[in-house]
């Protein structure tokens, strides 16, 4: 494999040539830009190809975690959240937790008697996180839920290291906490993609039918989570 760059206002991309492969492409990985090409494709025709398609790896890039960043418990740490950040400040007080939906980042102050305990602080944010997961999950759950005519029969929310979601035989459905660092129409796949394992228990043709038909930006979605997921999940 030949590395070489490609300026396109502004933007450096990074040309990865391989000898096997025959046709053009373009990915985001952490946050960088990669225009894939056979051996021979003049720089000339990859600028044009990469310009032609210039509007999705722009949107790309907006959608992209930050790369290779743990997400601290600091005071004025910022988190992914739904698409958008959640700002972190912990104080000292009487134990209570504030979300303000309405600040710039979403603000959430959690006050607790002794800020300073990084366990302490941990488990503040991680029962207001997963009492959040699953209101949000369950509304969204109930929307879906609606058109499709059918019900799961419990939902909760778990720590997966490796998956979004489950079904099982019995209509229970479980959620990964971290959903919430996802983008809101990300997670609203997650969500339509397990309540249609309630009418098809495997991943046959019918059942990506269903999804597609009650999920439209199913493709998109599947696309940002084979790019973007393993981030997500390797960082909280
Ligand atoms: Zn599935």
């Not at 937790?97 to 602080?121: G, M």
Request: net charge positive; with cysteine; proline share 4%.
């Amino acid at each position: 494999m030949t590395e070489s760059c490609l300026q396109i206002d502004g933007h450096q991309l990074q040309v990865k040539r391989h000898a096997r492969r025959t046709r053009l492409a373009i990915r985001v990985r952490a946050q960088q830009v990669e225009v894939l090409a056979p051996p021979r494709v003049s720089l000339k025709l990859l600028e044009k190809f990469a310009r032609q398609h210039q509007a999705w790896w722009l949107q790309a890039l907006q959608t992209a975690p930050q790369p290779l960043q743990k997400y601290a418990l600091t005071n004025g740490a910022a988190w992914p959240f739904l698409g958008d950040r959640l700002q972190l400040q912990f104080v000292q007080g009487k134990p209570q937790v504030h979300f303000d939906q309405q600040a710039d980042n979403r603000l959430l102050i959690c006050q607790l008697a002794r800020p300073e305990n990084e366990n302490s602080r941990r488990r503040v944010l991680q029962k207001w996180w997963y009492q959040y997961a699953l209101d949000y999950l369950a509304e969204r759950t109930q929307r879906f839920a609606q058109n499709l005519g059918r019900q799961p029969s419990q939902i909760t929310i778990k720590s997966f290291s490796g998956r979004w979601g489950s079904c099982d035989g019995r209509g229970r459905i479980q959620f990964n906490w971290k959903l919430l660092a996802l983008p809101d129409w990300v997670v609203d796949y997650v969500v339509v993609h397990e309540l249609c394992h309630l009418v098809h228990l495997n991943h046959s043709s019918a059942f990506w039918q269903l999804v597609e038909q009650h999920y439209p930006r199913t493709r998109e979605a599947k696309l940002w989570l084979k790019q973007h997921g393993h981030l997500v999940i390797a960082q909280l």
